[in-house]
């Protein structure tokens, strides 16, 4: 007779995880995942269930590069010479900080480390070693350029001896010969050696609020003469003829013995900030000066008059000018660039604007002239003086 006894199913016969077949749910599964996610596949006819369950688990933990890794990829392949890689291939990288797209990343900057000192400059680097060109505490004979470029020819000095004739370099000339003679790696070096010592030299140097005004008061100087009309003209034998009648289109064809050279693009940056605001007070008073304004007929009358408002509308542009003019001193006194405060003193005059955004305008400015007062920019007898220059900038200082 047969014997039974509880078995609790341990006697059935079956197979152990590591040799059991991949069943046909995870196969299901995988595909779909694979899909979602946008992975190839991976063959998995011979797999069984626990090398199909690893599968599976590394598909739902993976996740795609990221479109910054992406770029970071591209950018680096392209500064080291290589073909960046296809879309394709990019997608097919793993994200996080432990997927493949990272190590990718890791390898390319360990190449460009080893290839830094073959690499020439980047456009940013060679940009910036420009700018730190007009400081002197930057010693650019360690790279080999040099300040001056000899010319042919002599001159001779206050004292009547005679000097070597030179000229700067151009900021081309600079730029291609760093672009010819360091590498990425001296660059890099370069910068870090005098980054400090240039940012703190500049700090003390003119603000792009005064450079942009004292460029707008030498153009102003440099067309204070108006060309008139040409119709007749004069052969070498002394023949006068007729020529078509029009008024020359370049000032700068003009004659003019009375003129003005702007000051040199590096010698205005190497200006401190007070001295700056000397030469904006210079070039006003020359302005100003009735000597240098020259008419060939008596009813021209003066250069004033022609100024003068004719209408509604040219009045609003004149008073725009003169606040605008008194504002930049006053940005030039401060050291201060606001874009904002040019904007409305230009956008207050304009006709059809609402009151209430004019009101707005105006408290701006007004803000900003008790923002002098109040930091000792500016003394208030000081202030009274520069704004006489415009009746609006008064009224503003004087209003509540």
Known sequence: MTQYQWSFFNNRTTSTPDDRPATQEQKTDYIMLCREKGLTPKNYTNMNFQQLEELIREARQWR?????????????CERIGQTPPTEKFLNGLSGGQMGTGAQLIARLMETERQLAGEIPPTEDQVRFILDMFVCPDVDFTELGLQYRIPLEGTTKDIFGEEKAMWRRPTAEEVANFLLENIS???ASEFIQKYRSVYFEWRTTRVTDAQVNFIRELENRLANIISPKPITE???????????????VGDKAKDYAPVAYRPID???LRQL????????IDRLQAEIRNPSLIRFPKPEDATFESIREAKTLKDEAILQSERLINVLHKLLAVAGHDDDQLINSAMEMF????????VAQK???????MDYLL???FIGLDGLVEICKESAVATKILESK
């Open 64 to 76: 795609p590069i990221s479109p910054r890794q992406k770029e970071l990829i591209i950018e680096i």
């Open 184 to 186: 990425k790696a001296d």
């Open 233 to 247: 003209a004069m052969t070498i034998d002394g023949e006068v003829f007729t020529i078509n009648v029009g008024k």
């Open 265 to 267: 693009e590096i010698e």
């Open 272 to 279: 401190s900030r007070d001295d700056a605001k000397t030469l």
């Open 350 to 357: 304009d006709l059809d604007l609402d009151k209430g955004i």
């Open 362 to 368: 105006r408290k701006y400015i007004k803000d900003f």
């Open 374 to 376: 109040e930091n000792k």
